[in-house]
């Protein structure tokens, strides 16, 4: 195993800047705020560790691309921002790809996510992903193929038993498609991959500094590893780019995985398929990141 450690004066000047007006900027934060984002650079930190290689497979190996700091991320001319009339995130069930995306972007969304039980292969030379964002058009894909405690049996059902060839305006293929069982497992690995590729079009590029959201992941076990929450310097992105309160969103995040929580069994596909709105939340696997939060609300509220 490798660690990635950078040293505390990098992880200073990735998260504050050395940019005046930045610097400025981040001065103005609450002190709480200030506070659990400079846990960034601490060396002692339980609450943000630095990122683990396991193997050569690992995304940080296999596609290497540049760091991006909160400066590179702030000067960006190519980021995009939610405003009074594109502020809305949609989240599209689909099979096709991007572009059929874009054609159904709303008039007032900031950005919309198509989700599907279909692999996805962007192109023939990589084996497969778990999601795709476009970062100037506002789209995003992700699959929960790959996330079904079956995919990788002999049982699993969503294969495809006999080639079938369509036109691209084509989507019948879709219909009736496989849908795994809703488990806990399930919920978690698809919130970090719907969560990270909203990331990428909010203009967040792969973190390479810490133990991160916005860590690539080549495979499932590096998916897995990879936390559900953001490291400060790409939590400080994500508050420039939306701006919101840090204690009020991780009491919200509180809120969510306590609604419903108690004594909820797990959907199964039958279930699933009943499109009432009202599914099951199985939350059992968000145990260890509620408990994360609660830690950096005491830091915050110190």
């Not at 995985?257 to 059992?284: C, F, M, Q, W, Y």
Request: net charge neutral.
């Amino acid at each position: 195993m490798q660690i990635i450690r950078h040293s505390e004066q990098t992880l200073k000047t990735a998260l504050i800047s050395k940019n005046p007006v930045l610097v400025s900027q981040y001065e103005k934060l609450d002190a709480g705020e200030q506070r659990l984002m400079n846990e960034a650079f601490q060396p002692a930190s339980d609450l943000f560790g630095p990122i683990t290689l396991h193997s050569p497979s690992d995304w940080i190996t296999s596609h290497p691309e540049a760091p991006q700091d909160f400066e590179q991320f702030f000067s960006d001319p190519y980021r995009k921002t939610p405003s009074p009339d594109k502020r809305s995130i949609y989240i599209q069930a689909i099979g096709d790809i991007l572009k059929f995306l874009k054609k159904k972007k709303p008039e007032d969304a900031f950005c919309i996510v198509g989700i599907t039980m279909i692999d996805l292969y962007p192109r023939d030379s990589w084996n497969f992903v778990f999601g795709q964002a476009s970062l100037t058009d506002g789209v995003g894909i992700f699959s929960f193929a790959r996330y079904g405690s079956d995919f990788y049996s002999m049982r699993y059902e969503g294969k495809v038993k006999k080639l079938k060839k369509t036109s691209s305006s084509d989507y019948s293929i879709f219909n009736n498609y496989y849908i795994p069982e809703i488990t806990s497992v399930l919920l978690l690995r698809s919130c970090k991959t719907l969560t990270h590729e909203i990331g990428h079009i909010f203009g967040l590029r792969h973190c390479q500094w810490l133990a991160c959201l916005m860590q690539g992941s080549n495979h499932l076990e590096e998916a897995d590893r990879r936390p559900l929450n953001l490291c400060p310097i790409c939590l400080r992105k994500l508050q420039c780019a939306v701006g919101f309160s840090i204690v009020e969103r991780y009491k919200a995040l509180v809120r969510w995985i306590d609604d419903e929580s108690s004594g909820t069994p797990g959907a199964t596909p039958e279930h699933s398929r009943e499109g009432n709105g009202n599914l099951p939340k199985p939350v059992e696997a968000f145990k260890e990141w509620k408990e994360w939060i609660i830690k950096c609300l005491a830091v915050l509220q110190k």
